[in-house]
């Protein structure tokens, strides 16, 4: 592995059992986590709970088409990087997969240079990702700490831009009032959840008026961001 991608979770999803497990276990050889779905259905399930680092993706698979897959994933804002690896290789395919995600490997491939793909897509997207968090047309800059909401900036302070930061960064996630309390203000609130929900009620104040509600309460749980689309 490429000691510069560090390592990395990523979602394998192919319908062919033993390429699937090729490349879970290649992954994981080269020092990544890797799980892996056959299955849109099954691939929207696993990034609910978990966000990937990067999917690969198939292009033919039984409950859709991956390039629709991964178009919408981008019309929403969700910019996880995707490595397409797929039989389909008609240069349309081809430019459409480089547009829809963020590398294009056809089938069949040499481990060694889906590996070095893997790690490409990774150093490439880590370090835009890691400056840039958006969901819908929410967008929060961590390089000049600005956070827009159409195109208006918010007026955000300290405790409310490291709160949202940290709910853009695992959208559709459900987060315990706990994970927040402790990753937020890392600070033993013995139970007393009242300051979360405080300052997640300035946050939707700010971000409710420009557009559809995106915070969501999960009862007897924690909070979720998620797109309104």
Known sequence: MDAGAGAAHVLVVDDELAIREFVVLAVRYAGHQATSAGTLAEARHSMSSRRPDLLVLDVMLPDGDGLEFAERLRAQADAVPILFLTARDSVGDRVRGL???????????????????????????????????????????????????????LDLTDTEFRLLRYLLANPRRVLTREQ??????????????????????????????????????VRSVGYVLRSAQ
Request: glycine share 6%.
């Open 180 to 217: 927040l309390l402790e990753e937020v203000w890392q600070y033993d609130f013995q139970g007393d959840s009242g300051v979360l929900a405080t300052y997640i009620s300035y946050l939707r104040k700010k971000i409710d008026a420009l557009g559809p509600p995106l915070i969501h309460t």
């Open 99 to 153: 547009r829809a995600g963020d590398d294009y490997l056809v089938k069949p491939f040499a481990v060694d240079e889906l590996l070095a793909r893997v790690d490409a897509v990774l150093r490439r997207t880590r370090s835009t990702r890691s400056a840039r968090l958006a969901v819908d047309d929410l967008i929060l800059d961590d390089t000049t700490r600005e956070v827009r909401r159409g195109g208006v900036l």
